[in-house]
């Protein structure tokens, strides 16, 4: 389990995030929903331990990031899979490269067993027989998918994606929801997802947390998201158009 | 106080860079894509810029001694010693400054932009070791055998032109040259080559490293970075002339 204790962050006098505290279990997917700089991309930052805490705890199965080792944080970001915004794919590698670097830094695996892992991994994103492209030669629906697969390797206990969807046509994101839910169930990960994307918070997200101006504003499930009176939340989710309807269909049921 | 807060956090990074790397293969592979990139990549424009410069210098320096009173043969030595002791150090590291301090600078710093760094980390991977360490030694063995390769080009502009301009012949060049040669000059050299390889790819890895924002701030830090590094280069080289001559 991965648990935040009033999880705070500021970059001068900036703060960004705010006392946020929530816990995130196996097996499900975490959204962390919000409008853009609302904060979800520096907290994501924060659990993954690229940013240092201004304060508050970060805790990994109960030991808190803060407090370990140089080693202890090593052994845990190898079982941290991430993909990135943009992709993070490094250019200068194929796409075989890409999904292998893990392996070859950190196992000591053969190389027929590591190029094997590569495959399924590739195969596992819908991506056999693109080992050779490089990241410049694929489209942003295949990057994310490259990246996927690259954050996979290492078989992850944790899997954190920041704005899976942005920059991605709808058939292709509901793919990547779809390739994102399987997989969190495949290997019982815990799974922290940003987005501020409603079709993928509604079609896959177990537990969602909102955040407005770096603040936690609401915590719950699917199904409460739709039924909640806060007001902040409901502008947020009912700008999209068909879960405005939706709202309308709800509000005139209550009144009749 | 910006100075020290800068100088403060390159030294933090170079400490960094050489921690214990995580597989050293992976490493070891790395700092040979490094010393071809950086060797290979570089000896045309070493051997064009060294040719040259010997050339000219053999012109110049047999256009301002007309005296008859002095022997011909001092021009193989001039020739020879100032190219030894300060153009071909000092010259072909401020020309490898721009080749290959930009591209230590623009590499990182686009790494940094598009989160690649991020991502080394988040793997486990120290990314100042990975990407600085190779770097800096591969740095350290090319730019000294560079400088090597400048002193034979140049010598050979030199020769080259001073025979065919009818300065001197070949001979007296050689003569000349091979009067004044003593093994302390190309130690001394190389000292200086060792020393401008480091801060060549230091400064610039720490431009590149610390990166932030888009497109425009790598442009910006791979600009800082070649000046940087000429300015620290043309600083130590002075430093180094007052301390060993």
Known sequence: MIELKNVSKSFGSNTIVSGVSAQFEKGKINMVIGASGSGKSVLMKCMVGLHPLSSGQILYDGISIGEMSAFEKTEIRKKVGMLFQNSALFDSMTVEENIIFPLNMFSTMPLSEKLDRVNFCLKRVGLEGKNKLFPAEVSGGMKKRVGIARAIVLNPTYLFVDEPNSGLDPLTSILIDELIKELTTEYNMITVVNTHDMNSVMETGDKILFLHKGKKTWEGNKTEILLTDNEILNEFVFATSFLKDFKSRQEQKVIK | ?245
């Open chain 2, 1 to 245: 106080m910006h100075f020290f807060s800068h100088f403060g956090k390159y030294l933090i990074l170079v400490k960094l860079a050489f921690k214990r790397p995580e597989n050293i293969a992976i490493y070891r592979k790395e700092l040979f894509r490094q010393m071809v990139s950086m060797g290979i990549g570089s000896i045309v424009i070493v051997f064009i810029i060294s040719f040259f410069m010997g050339a000219v210098t053999t012109v110049q320096t047999a256009f301002q001694l007309v005296s008859a009173l002095i022997p011909k043969t001092i021009i193989g030595a001039i020739v020879s010693d100032s190219t030894i002791l300060e153009l071909a150090p000092t010259i072909t590291s401020l020309v490898l400054a721009g080749k290959i301090g930009s591209s230590i600078a623009s590499e990182i710093g686009t790494m940094r932009v598009t989160e690649q760094i991020d991502a080394l980390e988040i793997m486990g991977i120290n990314a100042a070791g990975y990407l600085i360490a190779p770097k800096i030694i591969s740095a350290l063995i090319m730019i000294p055998m560079l400088v090597i390769f400048a002193m034979g080009f140049s010598i050979m502009g030199g020769l080259l032109v001073s025979d065919l301009g009818g300065i001197l012949s070949s001979q007296l060049f050689l003569e000349g040259a091979r009067s004044s040669f003593t093994l302390f000059n190309v130690v001394f050299s190389l000292t200086k080559a060792f020393t401008f390889g480091f801060v060549i790819t230091s400064v610039s890895a720490y431009q590149g490293f610390y990166t932030s924002g888009g497109s425009l701030e790598v442009g910006v830090s791979s600009t800082k970075a070649v000046v940087y590094s000429c300015i620290i280069i043309l600083f130590s080289d002075y430093l180094l002339a007052q301390m060993i001559l």
